[in-house]
C-alpha cells in the first residue's frame, strides 16, 4: 500500500499580532521537508551575519515556500515578503520579527504533535 502524505496547511489569524488585522489569515505549511527546516535556520543565521546578501535571499525564498502552500490568492512570494520587510522596517519592526517566529512556532507545534484549540 502506497500512503500519500499531504502538505498540511494551518491558518495564522493576524490579529493575533493586531486587533485591527483580526480575521486576516496567512498560511503556514506545518509539516516542510525536515531539511527545510534545519536548513530555515540556519539561512536566517547566515544572513544576519557581514554578507549575508545571497543567504538572505535564500532564506526569503524558502521562507516564501513555507507561506505558499494554501490557496493561490494566498500565497507569498519573495518580492512579497521583501515589500513586507521594507514597509515595517521603520515604522513596525515587530511585525516582520513576529510574522517568522510565528510561522516556526506553528511548524513546531505540529512537530511536537501539539493540536490547535
Given amino acids: 500500500m502506497k ?6 496547511v494551518r491558518p495564522v ?20 521537508p525536515s531539511k527545510d527546516f534545519v536548513d530555515i535556520g540556519d539561512l536566517y543565521k547566515q544572513s544576519q551575519e557581514k554578507d549575508g546578501d545571497k543567504a538572505g535571499e535564500k532564506y ?12 493561490p490568492d ?5 518580492e512579497d ?6 514597509a515595517t522596517k521603520e515604522t513596525d519592526p515587530a511585525f516582520w520579527m513576529w510574522l517568522q517566529t510565528r510561522v516556526i512556532v506553528e511548524i513546531n507545534e505540529h512537530r511536537l504533535g501539539r493540536k490547535k484549540a
Fill in 74 to 78: 494566498t500565497h507569498f512570494n519573495v
Fill in 60 to 71: 526569503l525564498a524558502l521562507f516564501s515556500s513555507f507561506l505558499s502552500q494554501g490557496e
Fill in 3 to 8: 500512503l500519500n502524505f499531504p502538505k498540511i
Fill in 81 to 86: 515578503l521583501e515589500n513586507i520587510e521594507k
Fill in 13 to 32: 489569524d493576524l490579529g493575533e499580532y493586531a486587533e485591527t488585522w483580526g480575521g486576516q489569515s496567512v498560511f503556514v505549511w506545518v509539516n516542510p
